[in-house]
């Protein structure tokens, strides 16, 4: 387990940690334990906030940077990931071509100016900041698991998609999901009581059902999973969560 969590820190953020064995196994704990790296990059997320709380920043600059932060923590790759994914979805049968490049298209564009526009807006609307992008960090990356499952395939024989692919068992991605569940819905209580409690579990539902729809239309239109499929799955995952998260 210790190789799997120093893989999944590799993965998932800039923090420089190696794994002393990477095999399938490992892969399998590495996406298992993607939520908690998912907190720790929400919890720094949410120390921003709390500091541009603290010099008076306004509250837009204040979201700005935490996402900014964010993004920093994971090298850009999850949201470089949702840029190649939709020009990939966009290019037609050429799209795993496509994707492997490294420019942007218009449809990476938009699609990435969209989704980031939309966790700013919902950011910017909660008056629980710190709390919500913390639950939305876990859940873009609770996603992981469910899509290397043992019923999804990689799309190419090499790359992480190949690597994480099939690595994990529907049973253990169900109790993550449980435990995630279970502190989602104490972190709501803190921003708002049971309404909060409530709206924090229907978030994580709503962002794993996101990413689901997500992850069934690329594994039909690319044959599998590929480590940029991953990335755009967090960051929708994220969003989606932020937008039910937003009224609290």
Do not use: Y
Not at 153 to 158: D, L
């Amino acid at each position: 387990m210790r190789d799997g969590a120093r893989l999944s820190v590799s993965l998932l953020t800039v923090v420089p940690v190696r794994a002393d064995r990477v095999d399938r196994e490992t892969a399998g704990q590495a996406m298992l334990l993607a939520p908690a790296v998912g907190l720790a990059v929400g919890g720094v997320a949410a120390v921003v906030l709390i500091v541009a709380g603290w010099l008076e920043l306004n509250r837009l600059l204040a979201v700005v940077l935490a996402l900014a932060a964010m993004a920093v923590l994971t090298r850009g790759l999850h949201l470089d990931g949702l840029a190649d994914v939709a020009d990939g979805l966009g290019a037609g049968p050429r799209g795993l071509e496509v994707m492997k490049r490294s420019d942007i298209g218009p449809f990476g564009v938009v699609t990435l100016i969209f989704t980031v526009l939309v966790q700013m807006s919902a950011l910017v609307q909660s008056g629980h900041g710190p709390l919500i992008v913390m639950i939305a960090a876990v859940t873009g990356r609770l996603a992981l698991p469910w899509a290397c499952r043992e019923t999804v395939p990689a799309a190419r024989p090499e790359g992480l998609g190949a690597l994480v692919a099939g690595s994990v068992r529907q049973v253990a991605a169900a109790g993550v999901t449980g435990v995630v569940l279970v502190l989602a819905a104490m972190t709501g209580i803190l921003a708002g009581g049971a309404r909060g409690a409530v709206l924090a579990v229907f978030a994580v539902l709503a962002g794993l059902a996101v990413a689901a729809a997500m992850l069934a239309h690329t594994v039909r239109r690319f044959g599998g999973i590929t480590g940029d499929v991953l990335g755009s799955l967090v960051e929708l995952g994220t969003a989606a969560a932020l937008i039910m998260l937003a009224p609290l």
